[in-house]
């Protein structure tokens, strides 16, 4: 018998969003996955590179957009949400599993001089 499909790879920027979007919830829209990025690494980011990665994540199947009601704060503008899918919860899962096992016991070596 063969082993399901692992699904689409996910890579270190896509994985990146995917976690923003989790940590985020209903407040995954572009601007603030990127201010939570940027904040989280130190990188500096575009707005271009979040909207094509999100382009790309919703295609592979692990993000839906959803046009969100317009709030106070932004003058009335809707703006776009995004959210996990299944298999968006699957990836991020399968990559912390990855990063876990790879950096289990590796804190010594990380830290000494």
Same mark, same amino acid.
């Given at each position: ?35 939570? /990025?940027? &904040?989280? !690494? $130190? ?9 094509? @990665? #999100?382009? *790309? ?9 959803? /046009?969100? &009601?317009? !709030? $106070? ?9 995004? @959210? #996990?899918? *299944? ?27």
């Amino acid at each position: 018998m063969t082993e399901p499909s692992p699904g689409p790879y996910v890579g270190e920027f896509e994985q990146l969003v995917l976690l923003a979007i989790l940590r985020l919830d209903d407040d995954a829209y572009g601007a603030t996955i990127r201010r939570l /990025i940027e &904040d989280a !690494t $130190g990188r500096a980011i575009s707005i271009g590179a979040i909207y094509t @990665t #999100l382009e *790309r994540l919703h295609a592979k199947g692990l993000v839906t957009p959803h /046009i969100a &009601d317009p !709030t $106070g704060e932004r003058g009335g503008r809707r703006r776009k949400v995004y @959210t #996990l899918q *299944r298999a968006g919860r699957r990836a991020i899962a399968r990559a912390w599993a990855s990063w876990s096992n790879m950096t289990r016991g590796l804190q010594p070596k990380l830290t000494s001089s």
